[in-house]
């Protein structure tokens, strides 16, 4: 069962920041997720929100803004009490990301907007063809299946992961359609049963975001192919 650290490890560090992907390293995570959307001048910067103003001392729309404005803004402590070590300071770029990881865990990179793909569809795959990663290094996820439907159109190997919180049989049908590796479903949805049901039809469960002890040793028992986490530690 993978253990995957959401947004890095987010229950020990500002989210998708620099910090809380090296702590869920140092927490030998197999996977971490982080969340991706495009500045004004076309960089992939992995953010949550559409906007920074939950996040760090600034305001505005993430694509809006160019990436050098990004990089001037600093994640706010105010969001996050905690002491914000110098990796934890500014918005990490997709690429940044990918050289901190340098090939230690899988990265599922889940796509905010639709404009964003072709752009991560291009990253990864400079990083299989000049730097040696391998595609399954990667796992591109989204709500938005429209864009995912668009990286299976540019690169059939990136393999995909179907983002849901409502309807699994939908989620089962498209995930054929386009050939997904997987079917990431919010963790309410699953049962035993279903998710069995799933993985005889050849898709890995990647149910989000478990984070209480109790759920943990539930979901485990449904044998799911890995587990998303703010707490990669608590896998
Ligand atoms: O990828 C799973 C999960 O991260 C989806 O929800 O809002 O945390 O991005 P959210
Ligand atoms: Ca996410």
Same mark, same amino acid.
């Given at each position: 069962?993978?253990?995957?650290?959401? @947004?890095?490890? @987010?229950?020990?560090?500002?989210?998708?920041?620099?910090?809380?992907?090296?702590?869920?390293? +140092?927490?030998?995570?197999?996977?971490?997720?982080?969340?991706?959307?495009?500045? %004004?001048?076309?960089?992939?910067?992995?953010?949550?929100?559409?906007? /920074?103003? @939950?996040?760090?001392?600034?305001?505005?729309?993430? +694509?809006?803004?160019?990436?050098?404005?990004?990089? %001037?803004?600093? !994640?706010?402590?105010?969001?996050?009490? @905690?002491?914000? %070590?110098?990796?934890?300071?500014?918005?990490?770029?997709?690429?940044?990301?990918?050289?901190?990881?340098?090939?230690?865990?899988? !990265?599922?990179?889940?796509?905010?907007?639709?404009?964003?793909?072709?752009?991560?569809?291009?990253?990864?795959?400079?990083?299989?063809? =000049?730097?040696?990663? =391998?595609?399954?290094?990667?796992?591109?996820?989204?709500?938005?299946?429209?864009?995912?439907?668009?990286?299976?159109?540019?690169?059939?190997?990136?393999?995909?992961?179907?983002?849901?919180?409502?309807?699994?049989? #939908?989620?089962? %049908?498209?995930? =054929?359609? /386009?050939?997904?590796?997987?079917?990431?479903?919010?963790?309410? #949805?699953?049962?035993?049963?279903?998710?069995?049901? /799933?993985?005889?039809?050849?898709?890995?469960?990647?149910?989000?975001? /478990? +984070?209480?002890?109790?759920?943990?040793?539930?979901?485990?028992?449904?044998?799911? +192919?890995?587990?998303?986490?703010?707490?990669?530690?608590?896998?």
């Amino acid at each position: 069962m993978l253990k995957i650290g959401h @947004r890095g490890a @987010r229950g020990y560090e500002p989210e998708n920041t620099l910090a809380s992907f090296q702590k869920a390293l +140092n927490m030998q995570v197999d996977g971490i997720e982080l969340d991706v959307h495009l500045s %004004a001048d076309g960089e992939i910067i992995v953010i949550h929100d559409e906007t /920074i103003d @939950r996040t760090t001392n600034g305001k505005g729309f993430v +694509n809006a803004l160019s990436l050098r404005k990004l990089k %001037a803004f600093r !994640i706010d402590g105010k969001y996050d009490p @905690r002491h914000l %070590a110098e990796l934890a300071q500014q918005i990490p770029t997709l690429k940044e990301v990918f050289d901190l990881v340098n090939q230690d865990c899988f !990265i599922n990179i889940e796509l905010k907007s639709y404009e964003v793909t072709d752009k991560v569809v291009a990253l990864i795959e400079k990083y299989v063809t =000049k730097k040696g990663w =391998k595609y399954d290094q990667f796992l591109v996820s989204s709500f938005d299946w429209n864009a995912l439907q668009q990286v299976a159109f540019l690169n059939d190997k990136i393999p995909i992961g179907v983002l849901t919180e409502t309807d699994l049989n #939908l989620a089962l %049908a498209f995930a =054929k359609f /386009i050939q997904a590796k997987s079917i990431h479903p919010h963790f309410h #949805l699953l049962t035993k049963a279903n998710t069995a049901q /799933i993985q005889v039809k050849g898709f890995d469960v990647f149910p989000w975001t /478990i +984070n209480e002890l109790e759920d943990i040793q539930k979901i485990k028992t449904f044998n799911v +192919n890995g587990i998303i986490t703010d707490f990669p530690n608590r896998i």
